[in-house]
């Protein structure tokens, strides 16, 4: 009896470490996204603290002996397109084992009109979940294209706003975490279909989108120079790297979030546009690369695939100028290995056993690569 009065104000250790379900400590976490993700080491460590605390606050909540309860926190990732955002958060679940589900805001629209009603992301959470409400209260909802319910500009509008505002006011109390109903199939809630109910407050909620314009907005708000400003906007995305970081949730209400919705997003992070030589490693160093992928294509059919380091950074160069990040570099592959992967077969059957890629077939797109045969 004399332990449990040693409730104190301040933080003593932690009286258990496990408690059933284990916790992944947060240099786990990065640990594994590291394998699969490219860079963006801020967003790794952001994410993976505060998924680490998430699921600790709840396990501490669970446990009663504490008055303290901790309020859930969840995440806004910003940054372009194609740059590792959701394969962030699907790399996360996987580690974590927690259904996940990636909602596409754009399709949302307030109860009552054409569009899905914001239940539909608990939906999908439970069909990952088989339908197993316990599994889908822990899970992780992605609210992507979570830019695109922002508030219309523009003064006082005679029409309801009823796919930003109104959607952002729907979803408030679903993201800060309330008892749910939700029809089972998805579609229209209507008086005699059984609901099932959904209590949101272990569910983590991470709302991403690429926010275009919001470094104006920043750059505006701390005042930076006219000629940095002008950089951002000119040389585009490339630029916009250091700023992001300073983000604040002002910079997020300008930008169309209304402040009680924002508000329940307290941690913001951001993925950096990739360069030259980001998207050349992501070629090659993830686990399940896009190279690898190819490679054993072609070894079931008996051959060896193999990329000149000035392929590599030809697909890369290529792929920077497209502007859509990572996927750049799968459509100039498609293309590459089309013909490629057309003849390998009938090649392999006339005694080819490698293929070499050159970079003048990656500049050249199907024609002209060299096959060698061993011997
Ligand atoms: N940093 C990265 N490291 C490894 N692969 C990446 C990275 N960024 C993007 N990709 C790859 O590019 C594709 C698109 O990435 P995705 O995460 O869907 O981008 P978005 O930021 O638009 O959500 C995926 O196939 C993903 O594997
Ligand atoms: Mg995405």
Same mark, same amino acid.
């Given at each position: 009896?004399?332990?449990?009065?040693?409730?104190?104000?301040?933080?003593?250790?932690?009286?258990?470490?496990?408690?059933?379900?284990?916790?992944?400590?947060? #240099?786990?976490?990065?640990?594994? =996204?590291?394998?699969?993700?490219?860079?963006?080491?801020?967003?790794?460590?952001?994410?993976?603290?505060?998924?680490?605390n998430?699921?600790? /606050?709840?396990?501490?909540?669970?446990?009663?002996?504490?008055?303290?309860?901790?309020?859930? $926190?969840?995440?806004?990732? %910003?940054?372009?397109?194609?740059? +590792?955002?959701?394969? =962030?958060?699907?790399?996360?679940?996987?580690?974590? #084992?927690?259904?996940?589900?990636?909602q596409?805001?754009?399709?949302?629209?307030?109860? +009552?009109?054409?569009?899905?009603?914001?239940?539909?992301?608990?939906? +999908?959470?439970?069909?990952?979940s088989?339908?197993?409400?316990?599994?889908?209260?822990?899970?992780?909802?992605?609210?992507?294209?979570?830019?695109?319910?922002?508030?219309? @500009?523009a003064?006082?509008?005679?029409?309801?706003?009823?796919?930003? @505002?109104?959607?952002?006011? $729907?979803?408030?109390?679903?993201?800060?975490?309330?008892?749910?109903?939700?029809?089972?199939?998805?579609?229209?809630?209507?008086?005699?279909?059984?609901? =099932?109910?959904v209590? &949101?407050?272990?569910? %983590?909620?991470?709302?991403?989108?690429?926010?275009?314009?919001?470094?104006?907005?920043?750059?505006? *708000?701390?005042?930076?120079? +006219?000629? *940095?400003?002008?950089?951002?906007?000119?040389?585009?995305?490339?630029?916009?790297?250091?700023?992001?970081?300073?983000?604040?949730?002002?910079?997020?209400? #300008?930008?169309?979030?209304?402040?009680?919705?924002?508000?329940?997003?307290?941690?913001? &992070?951001?993925?950096?546009?990739?360069?030259?030589?980001a998207?050349?490693?992501? %070629?090659?160093?993830?686990?399940?690369?896009?190279?690898?992928?190819?490679?054993?294509?072609? *070894?079931?059919?008996?051959?060896?695939?193999?990329? $000149?380091?000035?392929?590599?950074?030809?697909?890369?160069?290529?792929?920077?100028?497209?502007?859509?990040?990572a996927?750049?570099?799968?459509?100039? =592959?498609?293309?590459?290995?089309?013909?490629?992967?057309?003849?390998?077969?009938?090649?392999?059957?006339?005694?080819?056993?490698?293929?070499?890629?050159l970079?003048?077939?990656?500049?050249?797109?199907?024609?002209?690569?060299?096959? /060698?045969?061993?011997?």
């Open positions: 009896m004399a332990k449990k009065s040693t409730n104190s104000v301040t933080s003593s250790p932690a009286p258990k470490q496990d408690s059933g379900s284990k916790i992944m400590r947060p #240099d786990q976490i990065k640990e594994i =996204l590291d394998r699969h993700v490219i860079g963006q080491d801020e967003a790794k460590k952001t994410l993976a603290v505060a998924v680490y998430h699921y600790k /606050r709840i396990r501490h909540n669970d446990e009663a002996a504490s008055k303290v309860k901790i309020d859930k $926190s969840n995440i806004i990732l %910003l940054g372009g397109t194609g740059c +590792g955002k959701t394969l =962030l958060v699907k790399t996360i679940a996987e580690a974590l #084992d927690v259904p996940c589900y990636i596409d805001c754009t399709k949302l629209t307030a109860s +009552g009109y054409v569009g899905s009603d914001v239940e539909d992301c608990l939906v +999908g959470l439970l069909r990952a088989n339908y197993c409400i316990s599994k889908a209260e822990m899970g992780i909802v992605m609210l992507d294209e979570g830019d695109k319910i922002a508030k219309r @500009e003064g006082p509008s005679i029409t309801r706003d009823v796919s930003g @505002e109104c959607v952002q006011q $729907s979803l408030l109390k679903i993201v800060e975490g309330d008892l749910v109903g939700v029809p089972p199939m998805g579609g229209r809630k209507h008086p005699e279909q059984p609901l =099932l109910y209590n &949101t407050k272990n569910i %983590l909620f991470i709302l991403s989108g690429a926010f275009v314009g919001i470094e104006d907005i920043i750059a505006k *708000r701390i005042g930076k120079s +006219g000629a *940095r400003i002008g950089f951002c906007t000119t040389e585009e995305k490339g630029n916009s790297e250091g700023i992001l970081e300073e983000v604040s949730a002002q910079d997020l209400r #300008d930008f169309g979030l209304i402040p009680e919705f924002a508000g329940r997003f307290p941690i913001v &992070t951001h993925v950096d546009p990739l360069d030259e030589k998207l050349e490693r992501i %070629l090659i160093e993830p686990q399940n690369s896009l190279i690898s992928q190819y490679c054993e294509l072609l *070894r079931e059919d008996g051959i060896a695939l193999a990329f $000149s380091s000035k392929a590599l950074r030809a697909i890369a160069r290529e792929a920077l100028s497209m502007g859509t990040g996927r750049g570099l799968r459509t100039i =592959l498609e293309k590459v290995m089309r013909d490629i992967m057309f003849d390998a077969p009938r090649k392999a059957k006339e005694g080819c056993t490698e293929i070499l890629i970079e003048d077939d990656i500049l050249r797109k199907g024609f002209g690569r060299e096959y /060698r045969k061993a011997e």
